[in-house]
């Protein structure tokens, strides 16, 4: 029972490079998030899909985008990497009605220096 | 002003006692919430979802919502060692898509 399955789970990336980070559920959700989260900042989000074809910024969209490939796989890129994008990420799934809880995956340690 | 506020901590409870997380949230027609707790390293994980005004209980746990009043807190009895982590209040606001938002999370310590 994999649920959400990110990869991968620590990367360090020179200022400037790129890389995209994978997201995976198998839980058949119509919605997909990707959340980052420092230290006091809580979960910050960074762009969200609600369903399969649509994608929506959240609250900290610049400097990343997103493809949501098909129903299972949400993709969030770096396309120039900065040290202020050092963070841990987090891609979670849920259903779309408002009673629904959303699963993470185990997260992804990003250093950027 | 964010749309989930909490204290961030810590916030300390000697074993055996009731650990009081609370939340506030600023748009009035939000429908679920949800607390999560988070170990250090980890992801987050559901503990608790409520929809309606009152208290819901799940074993040591109870949810309160109040919506008149928009906060939403977490009541941990008999707290336990093994509850020291980090709390994370989460609603899906009708002002944001239904998107689920989340606060900065209030560090819990429960001491021997």
């Known amino acids: 029972n994999a649920g959400v399955t990110q990869t991968p789970k620590f990367q360090v990336l020179k200022t400037g490079q790129s890389m995209t980070l994978q997201c995976a559920q198998d839980?058949?959700?119509?919605?997909m998030y990707w959340y980052r989260q420092d230290p006091g900042m809580g979960l910050r989000l960074i762009y969200y899909s609600a369903s399969e074809g649509t994608t929506d910024k959240g609250e900290v969209p610049n400097g990343y985008n997103v493809s949501r490939l098909n129903k299972r796989e949400f993709s969030l890129r770096l396309e120039s990497a900065a040290p202020s994008q050092t963070s841990v990420y987090f891609c979670a799934s849920s259903e779309v009605d408002t009673g629904s809880e959303a699963f993470f995956g185990q997260g992804t340690r990003l250093t950027v220096v | 002003q964010k749309e989930v506020e909490q204290n961030s901590g810590p916030l300390s409870v000697p074993e055996g006692a009731i650990a009081s997380l609370n939340c506030t949230y600023s748009d009035r027609g939000s429908q679920s919430f949800f607390w999560y707790r988070q170990y250090s390293g980890k992801s987050p994980e559901l503990i608790m979802s409520?929809?309606?005004?009152g208290d819901k209980e799940d074993g040591r746990f109870t949810a309160q919502l109040n919506k008149a009043s928009q906060y939403v807190s977490l009541l941990i009895r008999d707290s336990q060692p093994s509850d020291s982590a980090t709390y994370l209040c989460a609603g899906r606001l009708t002002g944001g898509g239904n998107k689920l938002t989340f606060g900065t999370g209030t560090q819990l310590k429960v001491e021997l």
């Open positions: 409520i929809y309606s005004n």
């Open positions: 839980m058949n959700h119509n919605s």
